[in-house]
Each structure stands twice: as C-alpha cells, then as structure tokens.
C-alpha cells in the first residue's frame, strides 16, 4: 500500500509479556518516528530514525522500551515485560526528508496489557 | 510541563458556521506549526501547517493563524461540514531538531448537520 503500515493492529498483553509492534514506513521515506498515545491525549515522542540511525530516544519511558530499524526500513519497536501503564495506542510515522515536513502516520497498534 | 496546550477539549458547531480551535505553546524556539486531523481507529491525517515567518496561511476551507508575540495559534474552518467531526491536534516542531512534533492534547469538534 502507499501508507504507514503498522501491525498488528490490536494486541493483548498479560503483564511482564514482551511485546514487538511492527512499522512499514512509506517507501523511501528517510525519517521514522515512534509515538505513545494514551487514552484522551496527544501523541507524545518516543524515539527517531533518519535511515538506520537512532538519532533520538528521549522519549523511552524506560529501558523496557526498544526500538531498531536495522536496514533503514521496517521498524520494530520492542516493550519487554510489559506493565498496564504500557497500555496506549503506538503510532509509528515516516516522512520524507530530514527538513520542516508533515509526517505520515499509520493507524496504530493498539496495546492492552492485563 | 506541557509545552502545547488546547484549552478546550471539545467544540460542536452548526453546519455551515465557522470552527476556531485554538493552540497555545510555551517555548519561543518552536518554529514549525502544524494541524492534524484524527478519526476513530486511525492515524492522524496532516491538515494544514505554517512557518513561524509567516502569520497566516490559507487552504481551501481551512486558514490557519500565527500569534507569535502571543504563543498563540489558530485554526479556522469555514464552513464547517460534517465530515469535519474528528479530534484535531496542534503539533510544534523546532526545524533545525529535524521533524520532532510536540502535541497538544486535542480539540473534539462535532458539526450538527
């Protein structure tokens, strides 16, 4: 397709499960970006790719939380032992380029942990 | 501390009159300013978007406005359909910090036809 992908598009956690949620960004988009949001709220940062390249994290919770884009492409963001506090919708978006422009975001995994 | 904020959590508004929503932010090095669109069970949808170099910027039924001495950003939608129903966000960004957006926490507009 010519979006954001993102699956699976629902996920079911019990507590102190790891989790892995997958991101197909739109081909040839540069940048890649993680985004957390919970129920009634905005989307807040997790992390960044440019390429393969981590260029942020400041936005990981905590050391839980693991995101990789190997070869520049798909990403996968991994949550090991996941807490309820993990519950939220994860968005994952690609742009362009590196500059000033709109990211295209997919629809979201939503993740509940019990 | 949040650095964007939407002062009002929902609007509704007859078909065919004018929706505001307003954004306001507290860091003056935001230099990029965006509007997102939300539906139900998908992503959000970029709107609109102006650099802090200009005050106004227009696109079809939608125009958003540029406070920069206020903080202050608004969206105006006229007129408003109902199709329009959907959470919108404001999203800030500091260009030279690549395409980082910061949110805020979402107006809910519901157009009555």
């Known amino acids: 397709g010519a979006g954001v992908s993102q699956s699976p598009r629902y996920k079911v956690a019990k507590r102190g499960q790891d989790v892995a949620l997958r991101c197909d960004p739109i081909?040839?988009?540069?940048?890649l970006f993680w985004y957390q949001q919970a129920l009634g709220q905005g989307p807040e940062f997790l992390t960044y790719?440019?390429?393969?390249?981590?260029?942020?994290k400041s936005g990981l919770p905590s050391d839980r939380f693991f995101a990789e884009r190997p070869e520049g492409s798909v990403s996968t963001l991994k949550i090991q032992r996941t807490q309820q506090e993990d519950s939220a919708v994860y968005l994952c978006?690609?742009?362009?380029?590196?500059?000033?422009?709109?990211?295209?975001f997919g629809n979201g995994t939503r993740l509940t942990v019990t | 501390d949040q650095q964007v904020k939407q002062n009002s959590p929902s609007l509704s508004v007859q078909e065919g009159r004018i929706s505001i929503l307003n954004c306001d932010y507290t860091?003056?090095?935001?230099?990029?300013f965006l509007w997102y669109k939300k539906y139900p069970a998908e992503g959000p949808t970029f709107l609109i978007s102006i650099s802090s170099i200009k005050d106004k910027n227009e696109d079809g039924r939608f125009t958003v406005f540029l406070n920069k001495s206020a903080k202050h950003l608004s969206l105006h939608i006229v007129p408003s359909q109902p199709g329009d129903s959907a959470v919108y966000f404001c999203?800030?960004?500091?260009?030279?910090?690549?395409?980082?957006?910061?949110f805020g926490g979402g107006t809910r507009v519901l157009v009555k036809p």
């Open positions: 790719f440019q390429n393969e390249a981590q260029l942020d």
């Open positions: 081909s040839g988009h540069v940048s």
């Open positions: 860091n003056s090095m935001f230099d990029y």
């Open positions: 999203a800030v960004m500091i260009k030279a910090a690549g395409n980082k957006l910061t």
């Open positions: 978006a690609s742009s362009l380029s590196q500059g000033p422009s709109p990211l295209h």
